[in-house]
Nanobody, 113 residues
Framework: QVQLVESGGGLVQPGGSLRLSCSAS??????MGWYRQASGKQRELVAA???????NYADSVKGRFTISRDNAKNMVDLQMNSVKPEDTAVYYC?????????WGKGTLVTVSS
């Protein structure tokens, strides 16, 4: 059974930094990533990474966010720098295991002064 445990959300000031972590267990994972959903908006991809380290970022976070993973530990992190109020959202860990997508419960990130 696939389980995802997210951590690292919270309140951060504009221009600050925050790191999200997701620990996955229960399978072998291909693509791992982070999505976010702001109030009243659709869930969107933030960043994703393959087992080989190929990354994909939303245009809105390029140059500010960095995704990384530890294949041995089945962990995927999202380093968020230079955050903006528009980054405020619930962030969800997402993993693909044997063609099936799994979601974490989400962690709230609030960017506000």
């Amino acid at each position: 059974q696939v389980q995802l445990v997210e951590s690292g959300g919270g309140l951060v000031q504009p221009g600050g930094s925050l790191r999200l972590s997701c620990s996955a267990s229960g399978s072998i994972f291909s693509i791992m990533g982070w999505y976010r959903q702001a109030s009243g908006k659709q869930r969107e991809l933030v960043a994703a990474i393959t087992p080989g380290g190929t990354t994909n970022y939303a245009d809105s976070v390029k140059g500010r966010f960095t995704i990384s993973r530890d294949n041995a530990k089945n962990m995927v992190d999202l380093q968020m720098n230079s955050v903006k109020p528009e980054d405020t959202a619930v962030y969800y860990c997402n993993v693909n295991a044997r063609g099936i997508m799994y979601w974490g419960k989400g962690t709230l990130v609030t960017v506000s002064s």
